[in-house]
């Protein structure tokens, strides 16, 4: 059964870069049948689309984030990372990885709380 | 892009059936058929319930089934249980590598 587990520090200071790694186990980010994700969900608001990576490295980014997004994939680490910089209070989520089966998100980490504060 | 719209409540009885909307565009929900259905208990990690607008993986029950008309896409739970009490979230492909999800409802059964 595929996994995949976020880390990364949980607090963040204001303008600060917030990066975040999602390791995968039983299965590998270099398959060529999917995509990996990012998905965050703020306290109380809903889920956000924050960006996409194929294993050869190609990206989609959400454009109200391009700008201070990169999402990266180390394939010989079996992980895909997230950094978006000049962080602040309302990037305070929870966020999750996942494997992203074309238009849909099959599998989802546990997801981890990232607060944006000094 | 902005957020797919979906009732923040909804609610029924035990053994009843629920529907859940989502409405959105000609250039996401009406011009693809690319809708995903989530269920998020809180503190655990979402779970894909349908995805190209009524297909289900392999473990969900049918009493969940997706459907789509126009700009609108539909979730309907089939015969309530108390299980069922979460949050919900389309999600659809907008074009140009980009998705966009619901703002989420909120399912309650009475």
């Known amino acids: 059964q595929l996994q995949l587990q976020e880390s990364g520090p949980w607090l963040v200071k204001p303008s600060e870069t917030l990066s975040l790694t999602c390791t995968v186990s039983?299965?590998?980010?270099?398959?060529?049948?999917?995509?990996w994700g990012w998905i965050r969900q703020p306290p109380g608001k809903g889920l956000e689309w924050i960006g996409t990576i194929y294993y050869s490295g190609s990206t989609y980014y959400n454009p109200s984030l391009k700008s201070r997004l990169t999402i990266s994939v180390d394939t010989s680490k079996n992980q895909f990372s997230l950094r978006l910089s000049s962080v602040t209070a309302a990037d305070t989520a929870v966020y999750y990885c996942?494997?992203?089966?074309?238009?849909?998100?099959?599998?989802w980490g546990q997801g981890t709380l990232v607060t944006v504060s000094s | 892009q902005s957020a797919l719209t979906q009732p923040p409540s909804a609610s029924g009885s035990p053994g009843q059936s629920v529907t859940i909307s989502c409405t959105g565009t000609?250039?996401?929900?009406?011009?693809?058929?690319?809708v995903s259905w989530y269920q998020h208990h809180p503190g655990k990690a979402p779970k894909l319930l349908t995805y190209?607008?009524?297909k289900r993986p392999s473990g969900v029950p049918d009493r969940f089934s997706g459907s789509k008309s126009g700009n609108t896409a539909s979730l309907t739970v089939s015969g309530l249980q108390a299980e069922d009490e979460a949050d919900y979230y389309c999600c659809s492909y907008a074009g140009s590598n980009n998705w966009v999800f619901g703002g989420g409802t909120k399912l309650t059964v009475l």
């Open positions: 039983s299965g590998s980010v270099s398959s060529r049948t999917y995509y």
């Open positions: 996942t494997r992203q089966d074309g238009n849909y998100h099959d599998y």
């Open positions: 000609s250039s996401d929900v009406g011009g693809y058929n690319s």
């Open positions: 190209e607008v009524s």
